[in-house]
């Protein structure tokens, strides 16, 4: 089992960055890769950004291309979540999340995932 920690978030204005941070520990041997989801309130739980732990390759969702970085720090044990350019539609709850799934087209569903950590807010203000 893997234990995930963010911390980050915050309120912030439209056109402001932030950093989210994702700090796991415990058995990380069997992660392939970790992402980023969100969820806003009364809406489905959403894909951001995934990073594969070995060789950072990174996938995006459109609605984040461009704005959003994802990275990851393995001596740390940490990924990161670079937000530019924030829009009030990014104001959600922020999840990271680890999958041994080695196949991108499933990063989409949060049904792959076997550890979440707690989530952290990020507001964003018009």
């Known amino acids: 089992q893997v234990q995930l920690v963010e911390s980050g978030g915050g309120l912030v204005q439209a056109g402001d960055s932030l950093t989210l941070s994702c700090a796991a520990s415990g058995r990380t041997d069997s992660t392939y890769a970790v992402a980023w989801f969100r969820q806003a309130p009364g809406k489905e739980r959403e894909f951001v950004t995934a990073i594969t732990w070995s060789a950072g390759a990174t996938y995006s969702a459109d609605s984040v291309k461009g704005r959003f970085t994802i990275s990851r720090d393995m001596t740390k044990n940490t990924v990161y979540l670079q937000m530019n350019s924030l829009k009030p539609e990014d104001t959600a709850v922020y999840y990271c999340?680890?999958?041994?799934?080695?196949?991108?087209?499933?990063?989409?569903?949060?049904?792959?995932?076997?550890?979440w950590g707690q989530g952290t807010q990020v507001t964003v203000s018009s």
């Open positions: 999340a680890t999958t041994g799934s080695r196949w991108p087209s499933f990063w989409f569903n949060p049904n792959k995932y076997d550890s």
